[in-house]
């Protein structure tokens, strides 16, 4: 079974870059069928989508986020990043990645924990 392992800083400071990376365990990263997504919990608020990105590349961002995002892969590494600049208060929140085998883009998208491959989450905090 696939796992997938959140890592970064728990506080930024506003205005600052926010810096993730996700590290998926070996053999888990193909087929090309899936999206591999950052999604985020902030407090008492549903889970927002952020971007996602193939194996060959396709990149979807939210558009509210999309001037502030980026996402990659590192393949060697096995791992793929979220950043996110400009950071606000209102980026606090509990960062998850994700294995989904949804289209984020498609009509009927909406996170959910109960499809796909979860990360634990990892909790960071945007505050001087």
């Known amino acids: 079974q696939v796992q997938l392992q959140e890592s970064g800083p728990g506080l930024v400071k506003p205005s600052q870059t926010l810096f993730l990376t996700c590290t998926v365990s070996?053999?888990?990263?193909?087929?090309?069928?899936?999206?591999w997504s950052w999604i985020r919990q902030s407090p008492g608020k549903g889970l927002e989508w952020i971007a996602s990105i193939t194996l060959d590349h396709r990149i979807y961002y939210k558009p509210s986020l999309q001037s502030r995002s980026s996402i990659s892969w590192d393949m060697r590494r096995g791992q793929f990043t979220l950043q996110l600049s400009s950071a606000t208060p209102e980026d606090t929140a509990t960062y998850y990645c994700?294995?989904?085998?949804?289209?984020?883009?498609?009509?009927?998208?909406?996170?959910?924990?109960?499809?796909?491959?979860w990360g634990q989450g990892i909790q960071v905090t945007v505050s001087s």
């Open positions: 994700v294995r989904d085998p949804w289209n984020p883009t498609s009509k009927a998208y909406s996170p959910t924990k109960t499809r796909g491959s």
């Open positions: 070996s053999g888990f990263i193909t087929p090309n069928s899936y999206y």
